[in-house]
Every structure is written in structure tokens, then in C-alpha cells.
């Protein structure tokens, strides 16, 4: 297994993976609908720092690193990792946020934030959990699952350093 960063090469891999992933509609934001030409504004933009995961030389998963906020906010990273549906509980999310925290100290981040983990998402929450991220908070009805409707979305944070 490897994680590197993403290049050109890789959107048409991503974009599978992307795809895959959002068209349920129970776990991103993002329209299930999306088309291919949004992945750089979604996945690509230019304060984003992409990643892919490969095995075997094919990519099955996918994660990105951005600050949180701007400015003064700009300390604390927000990630997003997608692996594809057919790959799930080979130990591809773990690595690829074990690799994440590493990538954030490294980018000078002193935290990481997911501003919106689904309350149904219960094995991203435990994986999240078992590397240290802890529920901060709680936005009731924050997301508009397409089968279950408006469910309850956390906030999950995990410091990079010590005081």
C-alpha cells in the first residue's frame, strides 16, 4: 500500500471513487448528481492538498487536507477521505488518516476538524474515535440523508500537539 499526493493522472481514478461514494447520498454534502467537472472544485481547488491510496497500483482510496477556515482559523486542517465502496474494511481509511496526521504536522496544521460526520456514518465515528478525534459537537438535523431525511451530524477535532 501506498499514500502519495494525487496528480493530473489520477482524476479519472478519483473521480470513481468520488462518484461512488456521493451517490448514495448518505455520507457528503455533495448533490448525488455532481458532475465529473465539479471534482476539481470539490477535490482538486487549489488550497486543497489531495492525496491517493494505492494498492497494487490501483487507487482505492482518496483523502484531502485543507485549512478549516481562513486567516486565523487557518491553523486547524479539515479532511475528507473517500474510499471506494468495493474496497471498504481493508484498512484503507485508517491509513490514509494515520497518513493524514502526519501530512498536517508536517503542513504546519495543529489541528484536524470534520465539520460534518453523520450520525448513521458509525464506522467513520469509530475509526475516527479509535485515532483520537473526539465529538465536540452535535448539529441537529444538519444533513439531509436521501433515505432517512434530516439526521443529526458531529463535529469531530483532534489536536496535533501539545500545549
Known amino acids: ?13 478519483v473521480w ?7 451517490k448514495k447520498g448518505d455520507t457528503y454534502v455533495f448533490d448525488p ?3 465529473k467537472q ?21 487507487i482505492y482510496g482518496t483523502y484531502i487536507l485543507k485549512p478549516n477556515q481562513i486567516d486565523l482559523g487557518s491553523h486547524v486542517a479539515n479532511g475528507s477521505y473517500m474510499v471506494h465502496p468495493n474496497a471498504r474494511r481493508q484498512g484503507f481509511g485508517g491509513a490514509m488518516c494515520n497518513h493524514s496526521i502526519k501530512e498536517a504536522r ?4 495543529k489541528a484536524i476538524q470534520f465539520n460534518m460526520i453523520v450520525c448513521t456514518n458509525k ?19 444538519g444533513f439531509k440523508h436521501l433515505t432517512k431525511g ?8 483532534k489536536k496535533l500537539y501539545k500545549r
Open 33 to 35: 448528481e455532481t458532475p
Open 123 to 141: 464506522p467513520a465515528i469509530e475509526l475516527w474515535k479509535k485515532l483520537g478525534f473526539e465529538i465536540v459537537g452535535t448539529i441537529p438535523d
Open 1 to 13: 500500500m501506498k499514500i502519495r499526493k494525487a496528480t493530473n493522472n489520477d482524476v479519472d481514478s
Open 150 to 157: 434530516y439526521i443529526d451530524v458531529y463535529i469531530m477535532y
Open 16 to 22: 470513481e471513487i468520488f462518484h461512488a461514494v456521493i
Open 106 to 109: 508536517k503542513l504546519g496544521f
Open 38 to 58: 465539479d471534482l476539481n472544485k470539490h477535490w482538486f481547488a487549489q488550497n486543497m492538498f489531495t492525496y491517493v491510496l494505492e494498492n497494487n497500483n490501483i
